[in-house]
C-alpha cells in the first residue's frame, strides 16, 4: 500500500511538473498558429496555456494583446492586429494577419526554435547586430517564400539577456 501511494505521488509530481514547464514554452507550430486566430480563439488558447491577458491597446492602424505566462514572467508574447486603414485615406486593405512577438529569457530556446525552423522550411536570410552604449542588439532573420522570423537577443548593461520571436509575413 505504501508503494502505490509513493507511486502515485511520484506520477502526479511528474505530470504536474511537467504542465508547469511545458505549458508555458510556446512552441514555433504554436505561434504560427497564434497568428492566424481571432480575439476568441486566442483567448481560450490562453487560458489553456496558462497565459493571462496583461494589456490590451488599440489606434487607428492596430490593435496590440499582450498576454503573459501565470508561472513565467519572463514569457508574454503579443499579438497586433491590423484594422487595415491606410494612413493618407479613409480606405480600407486586406491588412493580413498581423504579427507575433514572444518573449523569453531561455536560450536553450534558441536551439529549438531553429530546429522546429528547419523542419518548417526557415532558411537562414542575414544577421544585423547594432551596439549602442554598451548594449548588443542582434537579429538572425529566416525566411520562407511567405513569412519571416527574427530571432532577436538584447544584452543590456547590468541585465540579463533576454529574447524575442518575431513571427510576420513578409514585406513586398
Known amino acids: ?41 486566442l483567448k481560450i488558447f490562453c487560458e489553456s496555456k496558462g497565459f493571462k491577458l496583461k494589456k490590451v491597446e488599440a489606434d487607428a492602424w492596430r490593435a496590440v494583446i499582450t498576454y503573459q505566462s501565470v508561472s513565467d514572467s519572463s514569457i508574454s508574447f503579443l499579438k497586433t492586429i491590423p484594422t487595415g486603414k491606410t494612413l493618407f485615406n479613409d480606405t480600407k486593405v486586406n491588412a493580413g494577419p498581423g504579427v507575433i512577438y514572444y518573449y523569453f529569457a531561455d536560450k536553450s530556446n534558441i536551439k529549438d526554435f531553429k530546429k522546429e525552423m528547419k523542419e518548417k522550411k526557415f532558411k537562414y536570410h542575414r544577421t544585423n547586430s547594432s551596439e ?27 541585465r540579463k539577456t533576454t529574447y524575442c520571436l518575431m513571427y510576420y509575413r513578409r514585406p513586398n
Open 132 to 158: 549602442y552604449g554598451g548594449n548588443l542588439f542582434v537579429h538572425n532573420q529566416y525566411r520562407t517564400a511567405e513569412d519571416e522570423i527574427d530571432l532577436a537577443s538584447d544584452s543590456l548593461l547590468g
Open 1 to 41: 500500500m505504501k508503494d502505490l501511494l509513493k507511486i502515485s505521488i511520484a506520477v502526479l509530481a511528474c505530470v504536474l511538473m511537467s504542465f508547469n514547464t511545458h505549458s508555458q514554452r510556446l512552441y514555433l507550430d504554436e505561434i504560427i498558429e497564434l497568428r492566424e486566430m481571432d480575439t476568441t480563439q
